[in-house]
Protein backbone atom coordinates (compact mmCIF):
# COMPACT_ATOMS: atom_id res chain seq x y z
CA UNK A 1 0.00 0.00 0.00
CA UNK A 2 1.15 3.63 -0.32
CA UNK A 3 2.75 5.39 2.25
CA UNK A 4 2.60 9.22 2.35
CA UNK A 5 4.91 10.71 4.88
CA UNK A 6 3.19 14.64 5.63
CA UNK A 7 2.87 17.43 7.87
CA UNK A 8 -0.41 18.72 8.58
CA UNK A 9 -0.71 22.06 6.87
CA UNK A 10 2.25 22.05 5.01
CA UNK A 11 3.06 21.28 1.07
CA UNK A 12 2.46 17.86 1.56
CA UNK A 13 -1.09 18.64 1.90
CA UNK A 14 -1.63 18.73 -1.72
CA UNK A 15 -0.68 15.03 -2.33
CA UNK A 16 -2.76 14.28 0.57
CA UNK A 17 -5.98 15.47 -1.10
CA UNK A 18 -4.68 14.21 -4.45
CA UNK A 19 -4.56 10.28 -3.03
CA UNK A 20 -7.96 11.19 -1.77
CA UNK A 21 -8.96 12.12 -4.70
CA UNK A 22 -7.59 9.10 -6.31
CA UNK A 23 -9.45 6.39 -4.71
CA UNK A 24 -6.26 4.48 -3.95
CA UNK A 25 -5.27 2.79 -0.69
CA UNK A 26 -3.15 4.42 1.36
CA UNK A 27 -1.55 5.27 4.67
CA UNK A 28 -0.30 8.73 6.24
CA UNK A 29 2.40 9.15 8.46
CA UNK A 30 3.13 12.06 10.32
CA UNK A 31 6.94 13.59 10.36
CA UNK A 32 8.32 15.96 12.73
CA UNK A 33 10.46 18.22 10.62
CA UNK A 34 12.48 19.41 13.42
CA UNK A 35 13.53 16.32 14.97
CA UNK A 36 13.34 14.41 11.49
CA UNK A 37 11.59 11.14 13.57
CA UNK A 38 7.82 10.32 12.14
CA UNK A 39 5.39 9.61 14.28
CA UNK A 40 6.07 5.58 14.59
CA UNK A 41 9.76 6.75 15.64
CA UNK A 42 11.58 6.06 12.38
CA UNK A 43 14.67 8.49 11.06
CA UNK A 44 13.06 10.20 8.31
CA UNK A 45 15.98 11.02 7.04
CA UNK A 46 16.40 7.34 6.17
CA UNK A 47 13.35 7.59 4.15
CA UNK A 48 13.96 10.84 2.54
CA UNK A 49 17.86 11.95 2.90
CA UNK A 50 16.67 15.56 1.83
CA UNK A 51 14.56 15.61 5.00
CA UNK A 52 11.19 17.13 3.84
CA UNK A 53 8.06 16.10 3.12
CA UNK A 54 6.34 15.17 1.14
CA UNK A 55 7.57 11.43 0.53
CA UNK A 56 5.65 8.61 -1.35
CA UNK A 57 6.64 5.12 -0.30
CA UNK A 58 5.48 2.99 -3.51
CA UNK A 59 4.06 -0.77 -3.21
CA UNK A 60 7.44 -1.70 -4.50
CA UNK A 61 9.33 0.57 -0.95
CA UNK A 62 11.02 2.50 -3.44
CA UNK A 63 10.59 5.98 -1.94
CA UNK A 64 9.44 8.99 -4.43
CA UNK A 65 9.66 12.85 -3.56
CA UNK A 66 9.14 16.10 -4.17
CA UNK A 67 5.39 17.23 -4.61
CA UNK A 68 4.94 17.66 -8.37
CA UNK A 69 6.45 14.32 -8.57
CA UNK A 70 4.36 12.59 -6.06
CA UNK A 71 0.98 14.48 -7.55
CA UNK A 72 1.90 13.30 -11.31
CA UNK A 73 2.84 9.30 -10.00
CA UNK A 74 -0.30 9.32 -8.40
CA UNK A 75 -2.57 10.77 -11.03
CA UNK A 76 -1.29 8.45 -13.62
CA UNK A 77 -2.28 5.43 -11.18
CA UNK A 78 -5.65 6.34 -12.07
CA UNK A 79 -6.53 7.66 -15.35
CA UNK A 80 -10.32 7.65 -15.76
CA UNK A 81 -10.45 10.06 -12.06
CA UNK A 82 -8.79 12.61 -14.53
CA UNK A 83 -6.67 13.85 -12.30
CA UNK A 84 -3.91 14.30 -14.73
CA UNK A 85 -4.34 14.87 -18.62
CA UNK A 86 -2.39 11.84 -20.59
CA UNK A 87 1.30 12.48 -21.09
CA UNK A 88 2.80 13.64 -24.57
CA UNK A 89 -0.78 15.75 -24.78
CA UNK A 90 -0.49 19.83 -25.20
CA UNK A 91 -2.45 19.52 -21.94
CA UNK A 92 -0.32 17.43 -19.83
CA UNK A 93 2.06 20.30 -20.37
CA UNK A 94 0.01 22.68 -19.39
CA UNK A 95 -0.44 20.57 -15.93
CA UNK A 96 2.89 20.90 -15.57
CA UNK A 97 3.69 24.36 -16.59
CA UNK A 98 1.10 25.20 -13.32
CA UNK A 99 2.74 22.53 -11.45
CA UNK A 100 5.81 24.38 -11.90
CA UNK A 101 4.80 28.29 -11.80
CA UNK A 102 2.77 26.99 -8.10
CA UNK A 103 5.87 25.75 -7.11
CA UNK A 104 8.58 28.32 -8.03
CA UNK A 105 6.66 31.12 -8.16
CA UNK A 106 3.93 30.84 -5.16
CA UNK A 107 5.35 27.88 -2.83
CA UNK A 108 9.16 29.77 -2.62
CA UNK A 109 7.71 32.84 -2.01
CA UNK A 110 5.42 32.14 1.02
CA UNK A 111 8.30 29.99 2.26
CA UNK A 112 9.86 33.12 3.07
CA UNK A 113 6.98 33.71 5.45
CA UNK A 114 7.70 30.29 7.73
CA UNK A 115 11.50 30.63 7.40
CA UNK A 116 12.87 32.18 10.97
CA UNK A 117 15.79 33.88 9.16
CA UNK A 118 14.08 35.87 7.01
CA UNK A 119 13.92 39.71 7.61
CA UNK A 120 11.25 42.17 6.73
CA UNK A 121 13.03 43.22 3.43
CA UNK A 122 12.85 39.18 2.15
CA UNK A 123 9.57 39.47 3.66
CA UNK A 124 8.54 42.54 1.56
CA UNK A 125 9.89 41.26 -1.30
CA UNK A 126 8.53 37.84 -1.62
CA UNK A 127 4.80 39.26 -0.90
CA UNK A 128 4.98 41.77 -3.79
CA UNK A 129 5.81 38.53 -5.79
CA UNK A 130 2.75 36.45 -4.83
CA UNK A 131 0.86 39.57 -4.47
CA UNK A 132 1.94 39.98 -8.37
CA UNK A 133 1.40 35.88 -9.14
CA UNK A 134 -1.66 35.67 -7.60
CA UNK A 135 -3.29 38.29 -9.73
CA UNK A 136 -2.21 36.73 -12.48
CA UNK A 137 -3.85 33.35 -11.47
CA UNK A 138 -6.65 35.33 -10.44
CA UNK A 139 -7.11 36.29 -14.60
CA UNK A 140 -6.59 32.91 -15.16
CA UNK A 141 -9.69 31.64 -13.31
CA UNK A 142 -12.23 33.53 -15.14
CA UNK A 143 -14.81 31.39 -16.34
CA UNK A 144 -12.87 28.03 -15.64
CA UNK A 145 -14.33 26.07 -12.79
CA UNK A 146 -10.36 24.50 -12.27
CA UNK A 147 -6.71 25.49 -13.53
CA UNK A 148 -7.16 23.13 -16.89
CA UNK A 149 -10.66 24.12 -17.00
CA UNK A 150 -14.00 21.69 -16.02
CA UNK A 151 -12.07 19.18 -14.40
CA UNK A 152 -9.78 19.27 -11.18
CA UNK A 153 -6.52 17.98 -11.75
CA UNK A 154 -4.00 17.62 -9.18
CA UNK A 155 -2.34 21.55 -9.65
CA UNK A 156 -5.82 22.37 -7.81
CA UNK A 157 -4.48 20.34 -4.89
CA UNK A 158 -1.16 22.26 -5.04
CA UNK A 159 -2.70 25.66 -5.99
CA UNK A 160 -4.91 25.11 -3.33
CA UNK A 161 -2.46 24.24 -0.74
CA UNK A 162 -0.58 27.22 -1.58
CA UNK A 163 -3.73 29.19 -0.79
CA UNK A 164 -4.66 27.96 2.64
CA UNK A 165 -1.58 29.66 3.94
CA UNK A 166 -2.68 32.87 3.22
CA UNK A 167 -4.02 33.25 6.44
CA UNK A 168 -1.08 32.67 8.32
CA UNK A 169 0.57 35.73 6.60
CA UNK A 170 -2.67 37.58 7.13
CA UNK A 171 -3.24 38.21 3.23
CA UNK A 172 -6.91 38.81 2.46
CA UNK A 173 -7.85 36.74 -0.73
CA UNK A 174 -10.87 38.93 -1.11
CA UNK A 175 -9.39 41.36 -3.37
CA UNK A 176 -9.41 38.47 -6.33
CA UNK A 177 -12.46 37.33 -6.87
CA UNK A 178 -12.04 34.56 -8.98
CA UNK A 179 -9.26 33.42 -6.45
CA UNK A 180 -11.70 33.41 -3.40
CA UNK A 181 -14.55 31.52 -5.20
CA UNK A 182 -11.98 28.62 -6.79
CA UNK A 183 -10.71 27.93 -2.78
CA UNK A 184 -14.29 27.67 -1.79
CA UNK A 185 -15.05 25.51 -4.78
CA UNK A 186 -12.21 23.08 -4.18
CA UNK A 187 -12.67 23.26 -0.48
CA UNK A 188 -15.95 21.76 -0.89
CA UNK A 189 -14.73 18.62 -2.31
CA UNK A 190 -15.59 15.62 -0.64
CA UNK A 191 -12.27 14.34 -0.79
CA UNK A 192 -10.96 17.93 -0.16
CA UNK A 193 -12.71 17.99 3.32
CA UNK A 194 -12.27 14.22 4.19
CA UNK A 195 -8.52 15.34 3.87
CA UNK A 196 -8.35 18.61 6.28
CA UNK A 197 -10.46 16.67 9.02
CA UNK A 198 -7.96 14.45 8.77
CA UNK A 199 -5.32 16.70 9.43
CA UNK A 200 -7.21 18.28 12.20
CA UNK A 201 -7.60 21.69 9.82
CA UNK A 202 -11.32 21.67 9.17
Known sequence: MLKLFHKPGSCSLASHIALEESGLPYQTEAVDLATKITASGDDFLVINPKGYVPALRLDSGEVLSEGPAILQYVADQVPAQKLAPANATIERYRLQSWLAFIGTELHKSFGAFFNPTAGDDWKGAALANIERRL??????????????????????????????????????????????????????RPAVQAVLKAEGLA
Do not use: C, H, M
Not at 140 to 164: I, M, N, P, R
Not at 166 to 177: C, G, H, M, S, V
Open 135 to 188: GYTDEQLAGKSFLLGDDFSVADAYLFTVLSWAKYIKLDLARWPNLLAYQARVAA
